[in-house]
């Protein structure tokens, strides 16, 4: 019997249309990354050595920090979602799955490191934007600042695993409990 | 090297379409939904080809990802997976091993029996029935679903039971 069902190479076309983009996409990302950190690295040790102000430098420092973690953890991601194969054995699938919907994994605690070492990057070069005396205390509101931001977003992302992904997972475990049950 | 993916790729499709057009065939009776769960299956084969190392034989590579992509088929929801049986009498008697009970299914009041307590089975009992009716060993179900023998027949074993029961109490 013939595929009829698919024109096999206007489906061919499409899939590779769609690696394309995905690899296109995720090359931007990482030259854009691969730009920022050491750009920012330039603007730390410009601050440092012409302005004096080792305070607002450190910043840029923090800044390219974030910048190359993130571009670390973005790259492992990508991987992973390649990675992805329905090629194996449907218990083996379903753990990774499983694994892959989980909240609080690795991944999750990762980008966690790249946030904070942008927000003390932020507290240190926004340190003329506020009117305290005070370094520390400028320094703390920006931080709590930037940290409540980051919980509404973490919030976010919490809200969007729970309706997308949590049901998947439980999908997942529900199935691998009556195999293996 | 992408050429050769796509040499790759058509090869098994032409190789293996109606066997995946079957799957398609059992898990949907929907005619538009068999044809984007076979769309979906070929996706996955599509993204899962660079990982082919050749350690299982295509045909069981070919039947996890048929059975992995209808188990997470996305347009779907999954507990609602209906099976189709065709009026085949060697496919009534992979499911059976019955010679009276096959009679019996033959005729189409009790095919439509068989096929309710089918659909009323969990979805990983449907996905082993799906197989079975593939005309898979036990030793290849197993392959495919990543259990081990012993364990799939036991499972096969007391579906058939259960199928058998209800339709001849």
């Known amino acids: 019997m013939e595929p009829n069902y698919t024109n096999i190479e206007q489906l061919i076309g499409g899939l590779k249309h769609e690696d394309a983009r995905n690899l296109r996409i995720s090359k931007i990302f990482q030259g854009l990354m691969a730009v920022m950190t050491p750009l920012y690295f330039i603007f730390f040790l410009i601050i440092l050595i012409s302005d004096g102000q080792p305070l607002k430098s450190l910043g840029f420092l923090f800044f390219s920090l974030g910048f190359l973690t993130f571009a670390i953890i973005f790259r492992k991601l990508y991987k992973e979602y390649k990675s992805i194969d329905y090629g194996v054995p449907t218990i083996e699938m379903l753990s990774k799955a499983a694994k892959r919907y989980e909240f609080w994994q690795r991944k999750t605690r990762l980008v966690l490191i790249p946030a904070i070492l942008v927000s003390i990057g932020v507290g240190f070069s926004l340190q003329d934007a506020l009117p305290f005396p005070d370094i520390k205390q400028r320094f703390l509101v920006i931080v709590i600042g930037y940290m409540i931001t980051l919980f509404f977003a973490f919030m976010v992302g919490y809200w969007k695993w729970r309706v997308r992904q949590k049901p998947l997972r439980d999908k997942a475990l529900a199935l691998l409990k009556e195999i293996e049950g | ?169």
């Open chain 2, 1 to 169: 090297m992408k050429e050769d993916k796509d040499i790759a790729f058509k090869q098994i499709v032409e190789d293996n379409s109606d066997r995946i057009m079957r799957i398609c065939r059992y898990y949907n009776p929907n005619a538009e939904d068999q044809k984007d769960m076979y769309q979906e299956i070929l996706v996955n084969v599509w993204k899962s080809l660079d990982k082919f190392r050749g350690d299982s034989a295509i045909s069981t590579w070919i039947y996890r990802i048929a059975v992995n992509t209808a188990l997470s088929f996305s347009g779907k929801t999954f507990r609602n997976l209906k099976m189709r049986i065709d009026k085949d009498p060697n496919q009534l008697n992979l499911l059976l091993d019955d010679d009276a009970l096959e009679q019996k299914m033959m005729q189409e009041t009790h095919l439509e029996e068989l096929q309710t307590q089918i659909n009323q089975l969990s979805v990983i009992d449907k996905a082993l029935i799906s197989l079975v009716l593939e005309g898979l060993s036990m030793r290849e179900i197993a392959d495919v679903i990543g259990l081990t023998e012993p364990n799939v027949r036991v499972k096969i074993h007391r579906i058939k039971d259960q199928l058998k029961q209800q339709l001849n109490p």
